[in-house]
């Protein structure tokens, strides 16, 4: 079974970067399409960013286009989101997930639905505070 382990977070000024990890085992990451969602105190769990399985499609919640940008490696079993020009509203505890497994034809990336992915990680905590 697919399972995640998350990393990266920590406390960042305004502005500032870091890259987000997620460390898959269990499975052959290939099958799956990854998402990256927040999760804030008060608010519903929101998709951030998608990739899909081959890396091909990506997709971005409007906030976040243009400042992050998501990858995967098969071969490591990883799947990172850089995040670039961070700002007290990119604040939240992420975490990455997966649905699959998919053979055949991939799809484009869309707004993710997170009653549909599994494999929760842990996550990992990201604080932009000056």
């Known amino acids: 079974q697919l399972q995640f382990v998350e990393s990266g977070g920590g406390l960042f000024q305004p502005g500032g970067s870091t890259r987000l990890s997620c460390l898959g085992s269990?499975?052959?990451?290939?099958?799956?399409?990854v998402c990256w969602f927040r999760q804030t105190p008060g608010k519903a769990r929101e998709g951030v960013s998608c990739?899909?399985?081959?890396?091909?499609?990506?997709w971005y919640t409007g906030s976040t286009r243009g400042r992050f940008a998501i990858s995967r490696d098969n071969f490591k079993s990883t799947v990172f989101l850089q995040m670039n020009s961070l700002n007290p509203e990119d604040t939240g505890l992420y975490y990455c997930?997966?649905?699959?497994?998919?053979?055949?034809?991939?799809?484009?990336?869309?707004?993710?639905?997170?009653?549909?992915?599994?494999?929760w990680g842990q996550g990992t905590q990201v604080t932009v505070s000056s």
């Open positions: 990739i899909s399985r081959s890396g091909k499609s990506t």
């Open positions: 997930a997966a649905d699959g497994p998919f053979s055949g034809a991939e799809y484009p990336m869309s707004p993710p639905d997170p009653y549909k992915y599994a494999s």
């Open positions: 269990g499975s052959d990451l290939e099958y799956y399409d």
